[in-house]
C-alpha cells in the first residue's frame, strides 16, 4: 500500500503514547480520518456513515499504538490500521472509499497475518480485539457495489511492501528513519491553533 509519511506522521506516533496530548491527538486523528473517508464516500451516505466511521478509526488507534509495542515501524503500524479501514470498506461494499483495489484485500491481509490472528483481526472482522466494548455504531452497506466494484481512491499495485511517499515526493520502500529531533508540538492537535 502507498502512504505518505512527514514531521506531523513522526510527531503524531510521540504523541499518541503520552497521556493528555495523546487524547487530544487521538480525537484530532480520528476526526480527520473520518472527514477524509467521508469525502470519498458517495456522498448520498455520508451522514449515516459518519459515526461508525468515528468509532472505527477511534479503535485503529489502540492497533496503532499495540503494532508499535510490537516493534513495528511507524510506516507499518500506520499501514496496518489503513489496512483494517480497507476491510471494513470492502465487507460494508462502499469500495469508492478504498485505497487498494478489492483484489488485494487478501494479499493485504496476509503480509501482517501474524499480528492479525494474534489479535483476532480479520478481514471479516476488522477490529478484532480492539473492537470497543460497547461495539460499534453500524452504518447500512451497499454489497451491490462488490459486484462490479469502482474504486477511483484505490492505488493497486502496492500490495507486497509499505511504500511511502516522502515529503519530496520520492516514493521508498518501508518508510523513513525516525528524525531525533520530533516536536510533540507538531502532532496534529496539539495546538489548538494548528489547521489540518
Not at 168 to 180: A, L, Q
Given at each position: 500500500m502507498k502512504i505518505r509519511q512527514n514531521i506531523r506522521h513522526w510527531a503524531s506516533k510521540k504523541a499518541l503514547t503520552m497521556p493528555v496530548v495523546g487524547e487530544k491527538t487521538n480525537d484530532w486523528l480520528v476526526s480527520l480520518h473520518t472527514r477524509v473517508f467521508l469525502d470519498k464516500s458517495d456522498e448520498r451516505y455520508v451522514e449515516e456513515r459518519r459515526a461508525h466511521l468515528e468509532d472505527f478509526f477511534d479503535a485503529t488507534m489502540d492497533t496503532y499504538v499495540a503494532a508499535l509495542e510490537e516493534g513495528f515501524p511507524?510506516?507499518?503500524?500506520?499501514?496496518?490500521?489503513?489496512?483494517?479501514?480497507?476491510?471494513d470498506f470492502y465487507n460494508h461494499g462502499w469500495t469508492e472509499m478504498m485505497e487498494f483495489p478489492v483484489d488485494e484485500v487478501e494479499a493485504h491481509y496476509e503480509r501482517y497475518e501474524t499480528f492479525f490472528e494474534r489479535h483476532g483481526i480479520s478481514i471479516d472482522d476488522p477490529l478484532g480485539e480492539f473492537r470497543p466494548a460497547e461495539g460499534s455504531r453500524e452504518a447500512p452497506s451497499t454489497p451491490e457495489k462488490?459486484?462490479?466494484p469502482e474504486h477511483p481512491h484505490a492505488e493497486g499495485g502496492f500490495a507486497d511492501d509499505v511504500y511511502v511517499e516522502t515529503e519530496?515526493?520520492?516514493?521508498?520502500?518501508?518508510?523513513?528513519?525516525?528524525?531525533?529531533?520530533?516536536?510533540v508540538e507538531d502532532a496534529p492537535?496539539?495546538?489548538e491553533a494548528q489547521s489540518d
Open positions: 511507524e510506516a507499518e503500524a500506520r499501514e496496518i490500521t489503513h489496512i483494517q479501514a480497507n476491510f462488490l459486484d462490479d519530496d515526493g520520492e516514493v521508498v520502500v518501508g518508510g523513513g528513519e525516525e528524525p531525533d529531533d520530533v516536536d492537535g496539539v495546538d
